[in-house]
Protein backbone atom coordinates (compact mmCIF):
# COMPACT_ATOMS: atom_id res chain seq x y z
CA UNK A 1 0.00 0.00 0.00
CA UNK A 2 1.51 3.27 -1.05
CA UNK A 3 0.20 6.60 1.35
CA UNK A 4 0.19 9.73 -0.97
CA UNK A 5 1.20 13.21 0.21
CA UNK A 6 -0.05 15.63 2.05
CA UNK A 7 0.27 18.92 0.95
CA UNK A 8 -0.29 22.48 3.11
CA UNK A 9 -0.34 25.48 1.32
CA UNK A 10 -0.61 28.86 3.21
CA UNK A 11 -2.87 26.87 5.78
CA UNK A 12 -4.76 29.56 8.65
CA UNK A 13 -6.77 27.34 11.40
CA UNK A 14 -8.42 29.67 13.42
CA UNK A 15 -9.85 29.18 16.94
CA UNK A 16 -12.45 31.29 18.31
CA UNK A 17 -10.97 34.13 16.02
CA UNK A 18 -7.82 33.60 17.18
CA UNK A 19 -5.16 32.00 14.38
CA UNK A 20 -4.08 28.18 16.33
CA UNK A 21 -1.88 27.99 13.47
CA UNK A 22 -0.96 30.30 10.67
CA UNK A 23 0.41 30.28 7.51
CA UNK A 24 1.69 26.83 6.91
CA UNK A 25 2.96 25.48 3.94
CA UNK A 26 5.04 22.11 3.32
CA UNK A 27 4.25 18.60 2.81
CA UNK A 28 3.84 15.12 4.30
CA UNK A 29 5.80 13.20 1.71
CA UNK A 30 4.32 10.06 0.18
CA UNK A 31 4.90 7.28 2.57
CA UNK A 32 6.88 8.80 4.90
CA UNK A 33 7.05 8.68 9.07
CA UNK A 34 6.76 12.11 10.55
CA UNK A 35 6.71 13.23 13.91
CA UNK A 36 4.91 16.80 14.89
CA UNK A 37 6.48 18.35 18.21
CA UNK A 38 6.10 21.99 19.60
CA UNK A 39 5.57 23.80 22.95
CA UNK A 40 2.02 23.15 23.94
CA UNK A 41 -0.46 25.10 22.72
CA UNK A 42 1.59 25.18 19.46
CA UNK A 43 -1.57 24.09 17.20
CA UNK A 44 0.15 20.16 17.03
CA UNK A 45 -3.67 18.88 17.44
CA UNK A 46 -5.02 21.73 15.40
CA UNK A 47 -3.18 20.73 12.62
CA UNK A 48 -4.55 17.25 12.61
CA UNK A 49 -7.97 17.85 13.11
CA UNK A 50 -7.80 20.77 10.72
CA UNK A 51 -6.46 17.85 8.01
CA UNK A 52 -9.32 15.42 9.46
CA UNK A 53 -11.58 18.36 8.32
CA UNK A 54 -13.01 18.45 11.95
CA UNK A 55 -12.28 21.86 12.08
CA UNK A 56 -12.49 24.58 8.99
CA UNK A 57 -9.25 25.83 7.76
CA UNK A 58 -9.98 29.56 7.30
CA UNK A 59 -7.37 29.99 4.96
CA UNK A 60 -5.49 28.43 2.74
CA UNK A 61 -5.15 24.19 1.53
CA UNK A 62 -4.76 20.84 2.46
CA UNK A 63 -4.62 18.61 -0.15
CA UNK A 64 -4.78 14.80 0.49
CA UNK A 65 -3.30 13.53 -2.45
CA UNK A 66 -6.48 12.54 -4.16
CA UNK A 67 -8.04 11.07 -0.95
CA UNK A 68 -10.77 12.16 1.30
CA UNK A 69 -10.32 12.47 5.02
CA UNK A 70 -12.83 9.70 5.26
CA UNK A 71 -9.56 7.71 4.23
CA UNK A 72 -7.37 8.53 6.14
CA UNK A 73 -7.01 6.75 9.96
CA UNK A 74 -6.85 8.98 12.82
CA UNK A 75 -6.36 8.38 16.70
CA UNK A 76 -7.53 11.54 18.57
CA UNK A 77 -5.93 12.12 22.35
CA UNK A 78 -7.80 9.37 23.81
CA UNK A 79 -9.60 11.11 26.62
CA UNK A 80 -12.45 11.63 23.78
CA UNK A 81 -13.84 8.22 23.85
CA UNK A 82 -16.31 7.51 26.20
CA UNK A 83 -14.07 4.30 28.24
CA UNK A 84 -17.23 3.52 29.90
CA UNK A 85 -19.50 2.28 27.48
CA UNK A 86 -20.12 -1.38 27.16
CA UNK A 87 -18.71 -2.50 24.48
CA UNK A 88 -16.06 -5.17 23.86
CA UNK A 89 -12.58 -5.46 22.51
CA UNK A 90 -13.89 -7.16 19.59
CA UNK A 91 -16.54 -4.59 18.88
CA UNK A 92 -14.31 -1.96 19.08
CA UNK A 93 -11.95 -3.55 16.92
CA UNK A 94 -14.60 -4.15 14.50
CA UNK A 95 -15.63 -0.32 14.07
CA UNK A 96 -12.38 -0.15 12.24
CA UNK A 97 -14.12 -1.92 8.85
CA UNK A 98 -16.39 0.88 8.53
CA UNK A 99 -14.98 2.24 5.41
CA UNK A 100 -15.59 -1.26 3.77
CA UNK A 101 -19.23 -2.16 5.70
CA UNK A 102 -21.02 1.43 6.50
CA UNK A 103 -23.85 1.90 8.92
CA UNK A 104 -25.78 -1.09 7.80
CA UNK A 105 -23.33 -3.54 5.46
CA UNK A 106 -22.45 -7.15 7.58
CA UNK A 107 -19.42 -7.80 9.41
CA UNK A 108 -18.93 -10.87 7.62
CA UNK A 109 -16.81 -13.65 8.53
CA UNK A 110 -13.78 -12.15 6.54
CA UNK A 111 -13.93 -9.01 9.00
CA UNK A 112 -13.99 -10.79 11.84
CA UNK A 113 -11.30 -12.98 10.90
CA UNK A 114 -9.32 -9.95 10.05
CA UNK A 115 -10.37 -8.38 13.79
CA UNK A 116 -9.23 -11.18 15.66
CA UNK A 117 -5.60 -11.22 13.24
CA UNK A 118 -5.68 -7.17 14.56
CA UNK A 119 -6.38 -8.02 18.53
CA UNK A 120 -3.77 -10.93 18.16
CA UNK A 121 -1.10 -8.45 16.24
CA UNK A 122 -1.14 -6.04 19.15
CA UNK A 123 -1.01 -8.26 22.04
CA UNK A 124 -4.60 -8.63 23.34
CA UNK A 125 -5.13 -12.34 22.29
CA UNK A 126 -7.84 -13.58 24.77
CA UNK A 127 -9.25 -10.27 25.51
CA UNK A 128 -11.26 -9.90 22.55
CA UNK A 129 -14.84 -10.59 24.21
CA UNK A 130 -13.38 -8.72 27.21
CA UNK A 131 -15.27 -5.23 27.94
CA UNK A 132 -13.08 -1.89 27.64
CA UNK A 133 -13.97 -0.23 30.74
CA UNK A 134 -11.65 -3.57 32.40
CA UNK A 135 -8.79 -2.93 30.25
CA UNK A 136 -5.44 -1.39 31.58
CA UNK A 137 -4.23 1.82 29.99
CA UNK A 138 -1.77 0.00 27.74
CA UNK A 139 -3.83 -2.56 26.70
CA UNK A 140 -6.86 0.38 25.72
CA UNK A 141 -4.48 1.70 23.51
CA UNK A 142 -3.66 -1.97 22.44
CA UNK A 143 -7.04 -2.25 20.90
CA UNK A 144 -7.16 1.14 19.67
CA UNK A 145 -4.38 0.43 17.56
CA UNK A 146 -5.94 -2.45 16.26
CA UNK A 147 -8.55 -0.58 14.83
CA UNK A 148 -6.70 1.34 12.91
CA UNK A 149 -5.28 -2.05 11.71
CA UNK A 150 -8.67 -2.74 10.71
CA UNK A 151 -9.31 0.91 8.97
CA UNK A 152 -5.90 0.06 6.83
CA UNK A 153 -5.47 3.50 5.41
CA UNK A 154 -3.29 4.64 3.62
CA UNK A 155 -2.53 7.66 5.68
CA UNK A 156 -2.77 7.63 9.39
CA UNK A 157 -2.81 10.16 11.95
CA UNK A 158 -1.91 10.09 15.46
CA UNK A 159 -2.08 12.30 18.40
CA UNK A 160 -0.09 11.68 21.17
CA UNK A 161 -0.42 8.40 20.95
CA UNK A 162 1.75 7.09 23.86
CA UNK A 163 0.36 9.33 26.15
CA UNK A 164 0.50 7.80 29.66
CA UNK A 165 1.18 4.49 28.19
CA UNK A 166 3.71 2.04 29.79
CA UNK A 167 7.00 1.33 28.18
CA UNK A 168 6.52 -1.88 26.89
CA UNK A 169 3.55 -1.23 25.18
CA UNK A 170 4.99 1.59 23.72
CA UNK A 171 7.81 -0.34 21.95
CA UNK A 172 5.43 -2.95 20.81
CA UNK A 173 3.15 -0.21 19.70
CA UNK A 174 5.87 2.00 17.96
CA UNK A 175 7.24 -1.48 15.84
CA UNK A 176 3.59 -1.34 14.31
CA UNK A 177 3.92 2.44 13.04
CA UNK A 178 7.21 1.18 11.92
CA UNK A 179 5.75 -1.87 10.02
CA UNK A 180 2.95 0.70 8.58
CA UNK A 181 5.92 3.11 7.22
CA UNK A 182 7.58 0.38 5.92
CA UNK A 183 4.64 -0.62 3.73
CA UNK A 184 4.52 2.55 2.56
CA UNK A 185 1.93 4.39 4.38
CA UNK A 186 2.43 7.51 5.21
CA UNK A 187 2.21 8.24 9.16
CA UNK A 188 2.41 11.56 10.77
CA UNK A 189 2.26 11.29 15.05
CA UNK A 190 2.53 14.45 17.38
CA UNK A 191 4.80 13.46 19.88
CA UNK A 192 6.50 15.24 23.50
CA UNK A 193 9.30 13.05 23.87
CA UNK A 194 12.05 14.43 22.07
CA UNK A 195 14.57 11.72 22.22
CA UNK A 196 12.05 9.56 21.32
CA UNK A 197 11.28 11.39 18.40
CA UNK A 198 14.98 11.07 17.19
CA UNK A 199 15.11 7.22 17.82
CA UNK A 200 12.13 6.74 15.63
CA UNK A 201 11.02 9.64 13.23
CA UNK A 202 13.34 10.38 10.26
CA UNK A 203 11.42 13.25 9.72
CA UNK A 204 10.44 16.37 11.78
CA UNK A 205 7.71 18.76 11.70
CA UNK A 206 8.67 21.67 14.37
CA UNK A 207 5.32 23.85 14.94
CA UNK A 208 4.96 27.17 17.28
CA UNK A 209 1.43 27.75 15.79
CA UNK A 210 3.37 28.79 12.66
CA UNK A 211 6.37 26.07 11.02
CA UNK A 212 9.74 26.50 12.71
CA UNK A 213 11.54 23.90 10.64
CA UNK A 214 10.63 20.74 8.66
CA UNK A 215 12.74 18.09 7.48
CA UNK A 216 14.94 15.52 8.40
CA UNK A 217 14.57 15.35 12.13
CA UNK A 218 18.35 15.83 13.05
CA UNK A 219 18.23 18.97 10.72
CA UNK A 220 14.84 20.29 12.35
CA UNK A 221 16.21 19.40 16.10
CA UNK A 222 18.68 21.83 15.92
CA UNK A 223 19.86 24.15 18.66
CA UNK A 224 18.82 27.66 16.55
CA UNK A 225 15.36 25.65 15.91
CA UNK A 226 14.92 25.22 19.14
CA UNK A 227 15.35 28.44 20.38
CA UNK A 228 13.34 29.86 17.61
CA UNK A 229 10.33 28.12 18.96
CA UNK A 230 11.08 29.19 22.51
CA UNK A 231 11.13 32.53 21.67
CA UNK A 232 7.75 32.38 19.86
CA UNK A 233 6.29 30.84 22.58
CA UNK A 234 7.26 33.36 25.33
CA UNK A 235 5.87 36.00 22.54
CA UNK A 236 2.32 34.18 23.18
CA UNK A 237 2.65 34.03 26.70
CA UNK A 238 2.89 37.88 27.21
CA UNK A 239 -0.46 37.80 25.05
CA UNK A 240 -4.00 38.68 26.96
CA UNK A 241 -5.69 36.14 24.79
CA UNK A 242 -3.19 32.92 24.92
CA UNK A 243 -5.28 30.86 27.22
CA UNK A 244 -7.32 30.67 23.93
CA UNK A 245 -5.18 28.65 22.07
CA UNK A 246 -4.58 25.86 24.89
CA UNK A 247 -7.31 24.01 23.46
CA UNK A 248 -7.27 20.13 23.10
CA UNK A 249 -4.25 19.44 24.47
CA UNK A 250 -1.72 21.60 21.91
CA UNK B 1 -50.56 -21.16 41.43
CA UNK B 2 -53.38 -21.07 38.40
CA UNK B 3 -55.36 -18.78 40.89
CA UNK B 4 -52.36 -16.09 41.39
CA UNK B 5 -50.59 -16.04 37.77
CA UNK B 6 -53.52 -17.34 35.25
CA UNK B 7 -56.95 -16.72 35.97
CA UNK B 8 -57.29 -12.91 36.08
CA UNK B 9 -55.69 -13.00 32.19
CA UNK B 10 -57.86 -15.99 31.07
CA UNK B 11 -61.01 -14.55 33.34
CA UNK B 12 -60.67 -10.51 32.06
CA UNK B 13 -60.83 -9.78 28.64
CA UNK B 14 -59.43 -6.12 29.72
CA UNK B 15 -56.67 -7.59 31.78
CA UNK B 16 -55.37 -9.16 28.72
CA UNK B 17 -55.56 -6.20 26.76
CA UNK B 18 -53.99 -4.79 29.41
CA UNK B 19 -51.14 -7.27 29.59
CA UNK B 20 -50.57 -7.06 25.45
CA UNK B 21 -50.39 -3.13 25.54
CA UNK B 22 -47.53 -3.11 28.41
CA UNK B 23 -45.96 -5.77 27.06
CA UNK B 24 -45.57 -4.26 23.01
CA UNK B 25 -44.90 -0.68 25.71
CA UNK B 26 -41.96 -2.94 26.78
CA UNK B 27 -40.45 -3.85 23.76
CA UNK B 28 -40.45 -0.46 22.15
CA UNK B 29 -39.40 1.38 25.09
CA UNK B 30 -36.81 -1.20 26.32
CA UNK B 31 -33.44 -0.46 23.83
CA UNK B 32 -34.47 3.47 23.93
CA UNK B 33 -33.91 3.48 27.46
CA UNK B 34 -30.39 1.54 27.08
CA UNK B 35 -29.47 4.80 24.99
CA UNK B 36 -30.59 7.40 26.73
CA UNK B 37 -28.85 6.08 29.36
CA UNK B 38 -25.68 5.38 27.50
CA UNK B 39 -25.76 8.94 25.81
CA UNK B 40 -26.35 10.57 29.34
CA UNK B 41 -29.74 11.23 28.93
CA UNK B 42 -31.41 9.70 31.80
CA UNK B 43 -33.70 12.82 32.48
CA UNK B 44 -34.33 13.31 28.92
CA UNK B 45 -37.13 11.03 28.81
CA UNK B 46 -38.61 12.76 31.71
CA UNK B 47 -38.38 15.74 30.14
CA UNK B 48 -40.03 14.24 26.85
CA UNK B 49 -42.44 12.99 28.98
CA UNK B 50 -43.89 16.13 30.54
CA UNK B 51 -43.40 18.18 27.12
CA UNK B 52 -46.17 16.24 25.22
CA UNK B 53 -48.89 17.53 27.85
CA UNK B 54 -49.81 20.60 26.11
CA UNK B 55 -50.21 18.70 23.06
CA UNK B 56 -52.70 16.19 24.40
CA UNK B 57 -54.32 19.11 26.20
CA UNK B 58 -54.46 20.83 23.03
CA UNK B 59 -56.07 17.39 21.10
CA UNK B 60 -58.45 17.22 24.19
CA UNK B 61 -60.14 20.78 23.75
CA UNK B 62 -60.57 19.97 20.23
CA UNK B 63 -61.81 16.78 20.46
CA UNK B 64 -62.59 15.55 23.79
CA UNK B 65 -60.66 11.91 25.14
CA UNK B 66 -59.91 11.11 21.49
CA UNK B 67 -56.69 9.08 20.93
CA UNK B 68 -55.94 9.98 17.50
CA UNK B 69 -56.25 14.00 18.18
CA UNK B 70 -54.44 13.59 21.45
CA UNK B 71 -51.46 11.70 20.03
CA UNK B 72 -51.12 14.02 17.34
CA UNK B 73 -50.48 16.86 19.68
CA UNK B 74 -48.54 14.62 21.67
CA UNK B 75 -46.21 14.03 19.15
CA UNK B 76 -46.18 17.43 17.64
CA UNK B 77 -45.62 18.72 20.61
CA UNK B 78 -42.80 16.67 22.22
CA UNK B 79 -40.63 16.81 18.88
CA UNK B 80 -41.16 20.82 19.34
CA UNK B 81 -39.79 20.73 22.68
CA UNK B 82 -36.60 18.56 21.71
CA UNK B 83 -35.94 20.20 18.84
CA UNK B 84 -36.49 23.78 20.24
CA UNK B 85 -34.23 22.75 23.30
CA UNK B 86 -31.58 21.55 20.73
CA UNK B 87 -31.66 24.48 18.71
CA UNK B 88 -31.42 26.99 21.39
CA UNK B 89 -28.17 24.75 23.05
CA UNK B 90 -26.58 25.34 19.80
CA UNK B 91 -27.30 28.84 19.42
CA UNK B 92 -26.55 30.07 22.24
CA UNK B 93 -23.75 28.00 23.95
CA UNK B 94 -26.07 26.59 26.52
CA UNK B 95 -26.33 22.81 27.76
CA UNK B 96 -29.33 20.56 25.99
CA UNK B 97 -30.45 19.39 29.53
CA UNK B 98 -30.62 22.79 30.90
CA UNK B 99 -32.48 24.19 28.01
CA UNK B 100 -34.61 21.08 28.02
CA UNK B 101 -35.51 22.05 31.11
CA UNK B 102 -36.53 25.44 30.66
CA UNK B 103 -38.59 24.43 27.64
CA UNK B 104 -40.36 21.39 29.27
CA UNK B 105 -41.14 22.89 32.53
CA UNK B 106 -43.25 25.62 30.56
CA UNK B 107 -44.60 23.44 28.20
CA UNK B 108 -45.84 21.15 31.31
CA UNK B 109 -47.00 24.04 32.77
CA UNK B 110 -49.00 25.49 29.72
CA UNK B 111 -50.60 21.52 29.16
CA UNK B 112 -51.96 21.62 32.60
CA UNK B 113 -53.67 25.10 32.32
CA UNK B 114 -54.75 24.07 28.85
CA UNK B 115 -56.41 20.89 30.49
CA UNK B 116 -57.92 22.67 33.59
CA UNK B 117 -59.49 25.17 31.65
CA UNK B 118 -61.70 22.77 29.32
CA UNK B 119 -61.35 19.71 31.52
CA UNK B 120 -62.60 17.97 34.56
CA UNK B 121 -59.64 17.09 37.58
CA UNK B 122 -60.93 13.51 36.53
CA UNK B 123 -59.81 14.32 32.77
CA UNK B 124 -56.22 15.77 34.02
CA UNK B 125 -55.84 12.88 36.28
CA UNK B 126 -56.32 10.36 33.50
CA UNK B 127 -54.05 12.02 31.08
CA UNK B 128 -51.36 12.60 33.88
CA UNK B 129 -51.77 8.91 35.38
CA UNK B 130 -52.85 6.80 32.10
CA UNK B 131 -55.45 4.29 32.70
CA UNK B 132 -54.31 1.14 31.23
CA UNK B 133 -57.66 -1.12 32.16
CA UNK B 134 -59.20 1.00 29.45
CA UNK B 135 -57.15 0.80 26.32
CA UNK B 136 -59.53 0.41 23.25
CA UNK B 137 -58.37 -1.20 20.17
CA UNK B 138 -57.66 1.65 18.72
CA UNK B 139 -54.86 2.55 21.44
CA UNK B 140 -53.97 -1.02 21.46
CA UNK B 141 -53.50 -1.11 17.65
CA UNK B 142 -51.24 1.99 17.99
CA UNK B 143 -49.71 1.04 20.53
CA UNK B 144 -48.40 -2.30 19.14
CA UNK B 145 -47.72 -0.72 16.01
CA UNK B 146 -45.31 1.47 17.78
CA UNK B 147 -43.61 -0.58 19.41
CA UNK B 148 -42.83 -3.04 16.16
CA UNK B 149 -41.68 0.11 13.79
CA UNK B 150 -39.02 1.05 16.84
CA UNK B 151 -37.79 -2.50 17.21
CA UNK B 152 -37.41 -2.28 13.36
CA UNK B 153 -35.73 1.18 13.48
CA UNK B 154 -33.96 0.48 16.30
CA UNK B 155 -32.10 -2.67 14.56
CA UNK B 156 -31.46 -0.51 11.81
CA UNK B 157 -29.46 2.66 13.18
CA UNK B 158 -28.12 0.60 16.06
CA UNK B 159 -24.76 0.45 14.78
CA UNK B 160 -24.60 4.53 13.95
CA UNK B 161 -26.25 5.07 17.05
CA UNK B 162 -23.51 3.03 19.00
CA UNK B 163 -20.35 4.43 17.43
CA UNK B 164 -22.08 7.87 17.82
CA UNK B 165 -22.19 7.10 21.38
CA UNK B 166 -19.42 5.96 21.99
CA UNK B 167 -16.89 7.38 20.14
CA UNK B 168 -18.56 10.68 18.45
CA UNK B 169 -14.89 11.58 16.95
CA UNK B 170 -14.19 8.00 15.33
CA UNK B 171 -17.66 8.43 13.98
CA UNK B 172 -16.99 11.77 12.32
CA UNK B 173 -13.82 10.64 10.77
CA UNK B 174 -15.34 7.52 8.94
CA UNK B 175 -18.04 9.72 7.69
CA UNK B 176 -20.81 8.16 10.13
CA UNK B 177 -22.33 11.24 10.17
CA UNK B 178 -24.71 10.06 13.80
CA UNK B 179 -26.67 13.42 13.76
CA UNK B 180 -29.48 11.65 11.39
CA UNK B 181 -29.98 8.53 13.58
CA UNK B 182 -29.13 10.58 16.75
CA UNK B 183 -32.67 12.54 15.13
CA UNK B 184 -34.09 9.37 14.59
CA UNK B 185 -33.83 7.95 18.08
CA UNK B 186 -35.52 11.32 19.87
CA UNK B 187 -38.56 11.02 17.48
CA UNK B 188 -39.16 7.01 18.61
CA UNK B 189 -38.51 8.19 22.31
CA UNK B 190 -41.26 10.85 21.77
CA UNK B 191 -43.49 8.46 19.99
CA UNK B 192 -42.91 5.98 22.51
CA UNK B 193 -43.94 8.01 25.25
CA UNK B 194 -46.77 9.41 23.85
CA UNK B 195 -47.83 5.92 22.66
CA UNK B 196 -47.80 5.02 26.29
CA UNK B 197 -49.26 7.81 27.59
CA UNK B 198 -52.83 6.60 27.05
CA UNK B 199 -52.01 3.17 28.96
CA UNK B 200 -49.63 4.54 32.07
CA UNK B 201 -50.18 8.47 31.27
CA UNK B 202 -46.98 10.99 30.70
CA UNK B 203 -45.84 10.73 34.12
CA UNK B 204 -45.74 7.11 34.41
CA UNK B 205 -44.50 6.44 30.54
CA UNK B 206 -40.79 7.07 31.43
CA UNK B 207 -40.76 4.70 34.20
CA UNK B 208 -41.19 1.83 31.86
CA UNK B 209 -38.48 3.11 29.64
CA UNK B 210 -35.80 4.57 32.17
CA UNK B 211 -36.05 1.63 35.13
CA UNK B 212 -35.51 -1.48 33.24
CA UNK B 213 -32.74 0.31 30.95
CA UNK B 214 -31.04 1.62 34.57
CA UNK B 215 -31.47 -2.28 35.93
CA UNK B 216 -29.91 -3.70 32.89
CA UNK B 217 -26.56 -1.58 32.92
CA UNK B 218 -25.92 -3.74 36.34
CA UNK B 219 -26.06 -7.02 34.28
CA UNK B 220 -24.03 -6.79 31.18
CA UNK B 221 -20.78 -5.05 30.00
CA UNK B 222 -22.27 -5.37 26.24
CA UNK B 223 -24.90 -2.51 24.53
CA UNK B 224 -26.84 -5.28 22.75
CA UNK B 225 -26.98 -7.80 25.49
CA UNK B 226 -28.02 -4.76 27.77
CA UNK B 227 -30.52 -3.72 25.26
CA UNK B 228 -32.08 -7.39 25.60
CA UNK B 229 -32.15 -7.79 29.12
CA UNK B 230 -33.22 -4.65 30.01
CA UNK B 231 -36.47 -5.68 27.41
CA UNK B 232 -37.30 -8.70 29.61
CA UNK B 233 -37.30 -6.54 32.71
CA UNK B 234 -40.03 -4.31 30.96
CA UNK B 235 -41.51 -7.68 30.26
CA UNK B 236 -40.94 -8.87 33.75
CA UNK B 237 -42.44 -5.43 35.55
CA UNK B 238 -45.39 -5.39 32.95
CA UNK B 239 -46.55 -8.80 33.89
CA UNK B 240 -46.15 -8.55 36.98
CA UNK B 241 -47.24 -5.58 37.71
CA UNK B 242 -50.30 -6.13 36.34
CA UNK B 243 -50.76 -8.98 38.38
CA UNK B 244 -49.51 -6.68 41.65
CA UNK B 245 -52.70 -4.24 40.64
CA UNK B 246 -55.36 -7.11 39.69
CA UNK B 247 -54.70 -8.54 43.39
CA UNK B 248 -53.72 -5.76 45.74
CA UNK B 249 -56.30 -3.34 43.89
CA UNK B 250 -54.01 -0.80 43.44
CA UNK B 251 -53.75 1.80 40.07
CA UNK B 252 -52.18 -0.44 37.61
CA UNK B 253 -49.99 2.35 36.33
CA UNK B 254 -47.78 2.91 39.73
CA UNK B 255 -47.91 -0.76 39.92
CA UNK B 256 -46.18 -1.55 36.77
CA UNK B 257 -43.44 1.25 37.56
CA UNK B 258 -42.99 0.27 40.97
CA UNK B 259 -42.38 -3.11 39.91
CA UNK B 260 -40.11 -2.49 37.80
CA UNK B 261 -38.47 0.02 40.48
CA UNK B 262 -38.13 -3.01 42.61
CA UNK B 263 -35.88 -4.85 39.96
CA UNK B 264 -34.05 -1.91 39.78
CA UNK B 265 -33.23 -1.97 43.42
CA UNK B 266 -32.52 -5.61 43.05
CA UNK B 267 -30.03 -5.10 40.48
CA UNK B 268 -28.26 -2.36 42.03
CA UNK B 269 -27.48 -5.25 45.09
CA UNK B 270 -27.32 -8.32 43.17
CA UNK B 271 -26.53 -7.60 39.16
CA UNK B 272 -23.77 -9.65 38.28
CA UNK B 273 -21.46 -7.30 36.29
CA UNK B 274 -21.11 -4.48 38.70
CA UNK B 275 -23.99 -4.84 41.61
CA UNK B 276 -22.88 -4.55 44.97
CA UNK B 277 -22.55 -8.17 45.53
CA UNK B 278 -20.19 -8.46 42.31
CA UNK B 279 -18.15 -5.86 43.32
CA UNK B 280 -18.00 -6.74 46.84
CA UNK B 281 -16.91 -10.26 45.84
CA UNK B 282 -14.47 -9.01 42.90
CA UNK B 283 -13.02 -6.42 45.50
CA UNK B 284 -9.01 -6.59 44.86
CA UNK B 285 -6.59 -9.60 46.87
CA UNK B 286 -3.18 -8.96 47.18
CA UNK B 287 -2.56 -11.98 44.85
CA UNK B 288 -4.00 -10.16 41.70
CA UNK B 289 -1.74 -8.77 39.25
CA UNK B 290 -0.86 -5.37 39.87
CA UNK B 291 -2.22 -3.40 37.41
CA UNK B 292 -3.14 0.52 36.65
CA UNK B 293 -6.78 0.44 35.92
CA UNK B 294 -8.90 3.41 35.43
Same mark, same amino acid.
Given at each position: ?73 ? *? ?13 ? =? ?7 W????A ?5 ? /? ?15 ? @? ?25 ? +? ?16 ? =???? *? ?14 ? !? ?16 ? =??? &? ?5 ? /? ?30 | ? @? ?6 ? #? ?23 ? $? ?32 ? &? ?13 ? *????? /? ?7 ? #? ?21 ? +? ?19 ? $? ?17 P??VE ?6 AR?VGANG ?8 ? %? ?10 ? *? ?23 ? !? ?8 ? %? %? ?8 ? @??? =? ?14 ? %? ?11 ? #? ?12 ? /???
Amino acid at each position: MRGPSISLADVIVTYRRVPAVHHLSGTFEAGSLTAVAGPNGAGKSTLLKAIMGLLPVSDGRIDLGGLNARQVAY *LPQVPEIDRSFPISV =EQTVLLGAWPRAGAFGALDK /AERTRAAAAIAKVGLAG @YAHAPIASLSVGQWHRALFARLIMQDA +PVILLDEPFAAVDERTTG =ELMT *LVHSWHEEGRTVVAVL !HDMSFVRRHFPRLLLLAR =EVV &AWGPTEE /ALSPENAERARAMTDRWASEPCSHDHNHGGA | M @YDLIIAPF #ADYEFMRRALVTCLALAVGAGPLGV $FLVLRRMSLMGDAIGHAVLPGVAVGFMVSGLSLG &AMTIGGVVAGLTVAL *LAGLT /ARATGMKED #ASLAGFYLTSLALGVMLVSLRGS +PIDLLHILFGSILAVDDQGLL $FVVGVASASTLIMSVIFRPLVVECFDPVFARTVGANGGWAHAIFLG %LVVLNLVAAFQA *LGTLMAVGLMMLPALAARFWSEDVS !HIAIVATGLG %L %LSSFAGLLVS @YHF =EIASGPAIVLTAAALY %LTSIVAGSRSGLL #ARWLRRPHFHEPHE /AKR
